[in-house]
């Protein structure tokens, strides 16, 4: 390890300090000459037909520019989603129009109507409220299973039903799957709902279009996670602008969960305006229009069952889910109940035969799409509850239950799909079992009850697929896009490093732990390297932060782009010591040759490199850049083991959370500080949904939860100190950094340690429940409690 | 937020005769009225602010009475010793940029039903006093969001006769952690008082069949067996109106333990 902090250094976030110090540079603190404010109309009924817009009185307000109406968008595409499921019966998913403003039809609230670009923002907001529309309500759809009935109201009327698809997975095996459930020893029955939630991540979406004429180039600002992505998809879906006329600059972004993934309708329409009006058309979104707009999360409704042979082996699993699409489909919504989610169904447990049954269902509400762990929550949560309550219902430890089923020897190829390269499960258990401290749970138990508190211990396991992922393999799954990572190195002639890469950091620490595996490579300070990411016009084609990806495929390819860089390196410091390429080693940022006292700096060589005149110029060009491109062949499996301990006031049902362990196998670490920040937000986010986070809407579509007054957000205090470790590492087998990712864990691996431990507790106070659907307000456990 | 002018009067007769004029609002710490206005909820014309007026400062502890300036910050009421119940209950109101800024009379203008200071105010006794007259607290909260001021009047002071014992409980709404449901109890020379806020459709009100078992006996025992209806409690996302019924029970007898 370089002396400042290689691979497994705790670096210091270097990003921290412009962050912290108010010197960040988000998209709402770009302001551009001559530039004007967008403001949207947008439906206050969930589902309705436009029968007029009268936009004359809004055009003659102060400082209006321009009013826009479906009807400027007529002719122009639709956003496009970017996965296409095909169902149990081999026909691909419906998928309806999504226009940029709406176009005869509102079908959620908040659905954009009309906008308005003025002077100001304010401007443009009070022409908003000028505008005339008339909107003849329709009945709206809510509850999926309802949408589903005979005669529902359709969200779409060109659509046959609100059935987007019905996914078997797999498919082949549904007969089998029953069969073994026929001749079950036992089977465990559950039914759950994980409920809906919206990101919230601390700065809103903001969008500003740009269009320069003197070249005809559009320019795009947004607060996205993978600007490339939003390039292809903006240019060639929805505008028509080729990609070498639009550039997309997602500077720093705060925060970003999955919600900003996805190519959103103000994007389209302000880089559309832009080039109407000829000046910068700015958006910024408030907090009321994200939690109406802003893709949600989760929202699916389970029916699990697990089938057990008499000696408490898994024999079966099958699954029925409901998932909930909104109004329209997302960006990547179809793939997270399907692939992303029955995939995953194994769990860490040998289980033979798995069969998952899918209804992707279209509603009159927000569009629901990833979520902070997008489909791996769903499957963890379904399995570890049911068997959680498998353990009960046999009167068996539940860690035991679990212990007896791991998957122990690796590779290990599921019954759905995937084969997990490495992991030690018992490994995990055995730790999590240290750190949590279970030996002294019973005496904090009494403890509890001296205070007239109900004390649970709930344990879960674990496992995701991340580093999304082999493109090959995405491809015959429906996603329309390939899933590799990029990066250019560009090595100076002073010997510094600009590291270009197509993953976006919107939080995840990449300019801090990037620079780590590249001073590793080359033994030279971090500090040398920087990194630069965001920005189409600089960076070479990525495809963006999510899934736990960017250290695993986005640093695969800084792996690769370096090496590179280092075998010419090489050649170049052979001809400089006049020895043969083969002996040439480099250490601490030194050139030696083998054997001998020769040595040339790194500096020497890209010195060399960029002044040219002791150079094997007929070998190689001068010049030191390179690029590569990574594409894994497999995903990466995080995995772990989680405990929760709760205290249950059995007064008011108010659940406190006492002590949380986490034990994860993340691989190799890059930087330990860094995972560790990733695991805490994880919890957090994890425990904010099993305790606090839902968004609501009432029978008619309208949001019930939008703001921070209904919406509940998890604070320092609802979460304890954690117990993590992440020292049960077995390296990855396929990428050359050896690691897993660590992103989604904690969100994804907490909620049923959380759930199990209150079922738990009341279970031990006598109280006979079995399941509480999140989140577990005091006003839920109570009434379980007093059912 | 739309536009509207600012007056910053330094003497309450400035102030009171600034709100004469048509759509003005007084504005005093702006905890509540600021997020109405940023999302256009309202619509003043004027905004009278009360925070440059030395009338509505101070506190003072005189004679078994504790009276508060209207103007007086949330924080430092938390700061005063005299009355250490209400102190408790300000240091609970939000996070301390709410808390610095949020004033009691601001709090006891808007009438939220599921504010702190309304129940301070009527399990206390205490009085509202106005520009124009004293307001006992048993006439002055009014309904949801509704009390007995007229157009124009401004809250000057607070007078809370201090108890021998008292105590506000407080059980947070998950997501505002403003009261899902808090009961102030106390014990004074004008006997005992039971206010509930958070919990009715109707806003603050006095529990008066356990006021009546407390006077007798002040203790969490003597609410055994008692339970508050749920007619008229509200039903939320939050907890059904059995729910905040329970709730009542549950934190009354806390806040008789706490007053000791
Ligand atoms: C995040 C957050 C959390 C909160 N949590 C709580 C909580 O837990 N418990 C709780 O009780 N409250 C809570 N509040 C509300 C807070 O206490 C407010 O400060 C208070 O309700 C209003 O006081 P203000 O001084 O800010 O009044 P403003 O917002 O300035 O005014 C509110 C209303 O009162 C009128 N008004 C103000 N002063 C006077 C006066 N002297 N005479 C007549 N009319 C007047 C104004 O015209 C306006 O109509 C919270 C607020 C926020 C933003």
Known sequence: ?787 | MYAFEFERPSTLDEAVKALGAEGAQALAGGQTLIPTLKQRLAMPETLVSLAGIAELKGISAEGGVLTVGAASTHTEVAGQTAYPALAHLARGIGDPHVRNRGTIGGSLANNDPSACYPAAALGSGATIVTNAREIAADDYFTGLFETALEEGEIITEVRFPIPAKAAYVKFEQPASRFALVGVFVSKGEGGVRVAVTGASEAGVFRWAEAEAALASDFSAAALDGLSASADDLIGDIHGSPAYRAHLIGVLTKRAVQAAG
């Open chain 1, 1 to 787: 390890m370089p002396a400042d902090g290689g691979i497994g250094a705790p670096n210091k976030r270097r990003e921290d300090v412009r962050f912290l110090t108010g010197k960040g540079r988000y998209t709402d603190d770009i302001n551009m000459r001559g530039q004007v404010y967008a403001a949207f109309l947008r439906s206050n009924v969930a589902h309705g037909r436009i029968t007029s817009i009268d936009t004359s009185a809004a055009a003659d307000m102060p400082g209006v520019i321009r009013v826009f109406t479906g009807a400027d968008f007529e002719g122009i595409g639709g956003l496009p989603c970017g996965w296409q499921v095909t169902d149990r019966f081999g026909e691909v998913m419906q998928e309806p129009a999504h226009p940029v403003l709406a176009q005869g039809k509102v079908r959620h609230v908040g659905d954009p109507i009309a906008a308005v670009v003025a002077a100001t923002a304010e401007q443009a907001r009070d022409a908003v409220e000028a505008i005339e529309v008339e909107i003849e309500e329709l009945p709206a759809v809510v509850d999926m299973k309802a949408a589903l009935e005979e005669g529902a109201p359709k969200v779409h009327d060109d659509l046959t039903s609100n059935l987007c698809y019905d996914w078997g997975f797999v498919e082949e095996n549904r007969e089998a799957v029953n069969k073994a459930f026929e001749e079950a020893a036992h089977v465990t029955t559950l039914e759950l709902r994980n409920q809906r939630l919206v990101a919230n991540p601390m700065e809103p979406r903001v969008a500003i279009g740009d269009y320069a004429a003197h070249n005809d180039e559009s320019t795009l600002y947004t607060t996205s996670q993978n600007p490339h992505v939003i390039r292809l998809l903006m240019g060639a879906f929805v505008l028509g602008i080729p990609e070498h006329k639009l550039r997309v600059v997602a500077p720093d972004v705060g925060g970003g969960f999955g919600s900003k993934i996805f190519h959103y309708a103000e994007e389209a329409f302000c880089t559309f305006a832009a080039k109407q009006i000829k000046r910068p058309v700015k958006w910024t979104s408030s907090r009321s229009e994200a939690f109406m707009t802003d893709a949600h999360g989760r929202d699916h409704v389970t029916k699990i069952e697990l089938a057990l042979d008499g000696d408490n082996n898994f024999a079966a699993l099958r699954t029925e889910t409901y998932a909930n699409m909104g109004a329209y489909l997302s960006t990547f919504a179809p793939s997270v109940p399907t692939w992303l989610h029955g995939t995953l169904m194994a769990g860490n447990y040998r289980t033979p035969l798995i069969y998952v049954n899918v209804k992707a269902v279209f509603t009159n509400t927000v569009p629901v799409d990833a979520y902070r762990g997008a489909g791996r929550p769903e499957a963890t949560f379904q399995l570890e509850r049911v068997i959680d309550k498998a353990a009960r219902e046999l009167g068996v430890d539940p860690i035991a239950l679990r212990r007896q089923n791991f998957i122990t020897e690796f590779p290990y190829a599921t019954p759905v799909a995937v084969e997990y390269d490495t992991g030690d499960y018992v490994a995990t258990m055995d730790k999590l079992e240290e750190i949590a401290d279970l030996a002294g749970f019973e005496k904090r138990l009494e403890e509890s009850k001296a205070r007239g508190k109900l004390r649970g211990l709930g344990v879960n396991c674990y496992i995701e697929a991340c580093g999304i992922a082999p493109s090959h393999l995405v491809g015959q799954l429906g996603a329309r896009a390939g899933l590799y990572e990029s990066a250019t190195v560009r090595v100076n002639a002073t010997g510094g490093l600009v590291v270009m890469t197509g993953s976006h950091s919107h939080g995840q620490g990449h300019e801090t732990a990037f620079p780590q595996v590249v001073a590793e490579m080359i033994g030279i300070d971090p500090n040398m390297i920087e990194i630069v990411h965001g920005d189409t016009a600089n960076t070479p084609m990525g495809m963006g932060t999510y899934g736990s990806r960017s250290l695993a495929v986005g640093g695969s390819a800084i792996v690769r782009a370096t090496e590179k860089i280092i075998n010419k390196a090489k050649k170049i410091a052979a001809h400089l010591m006049e020895a043969s390429e083969g002996d040439i080693e480099l250490k601490d940022g030194q050139f030696t040759v083998a054997g001998t006292d020769k040595s040339v700096a790194w500096g020497d060589v890209t010195l060399a490199a960029y002044v040219p005149h002791n150079y094997p110029l007929e070998d190689i060009e001068p010049g030191l850049e390179e690029t590569a491109f990574y594409d894994p062949n497999n995903f990466t499996y995080p995995a772990g083991a989680y405990a929760c301990e709760v205290e249950v006031d059995p007064d008011t049902g108010k659940v406190t959370i006492e002590r949380f362990a986490a034990a994860d196998d993340f691989g190799n670490i890059v930087n330990p500080m860094i995972v560790s920040g990733q695991v805490h937000g994880g919890l957090g986010q994890g425990i904010g949904q099993a305790l606090l986070e839902q968004a609501v809407y009432d029978e008619n579509g309208q949001l019930l939860t939008g703001s921070y007054m209904d919406y509940a957000m998890p604070r320092a205090d609802d979460v304890p100190f954690f117990a993590i470790d992440h020292s049960c590492a077995t390296p990855c087998t396929h990428n050359p950094l050896g690691v897993k990712g660590c992103g989604e864990a904690g969100a994804i691996g907490s909620p049923p340690s959380v759930v199990n431990a209150v079922v738990d507790a009341l279970q031990r106070a006598g109280k006979p429940v079995t399941h509480i659907d999140m989140p577990l307000s005091p006003a839920r456990v109570w009434e379980a409690m007093n059912q």
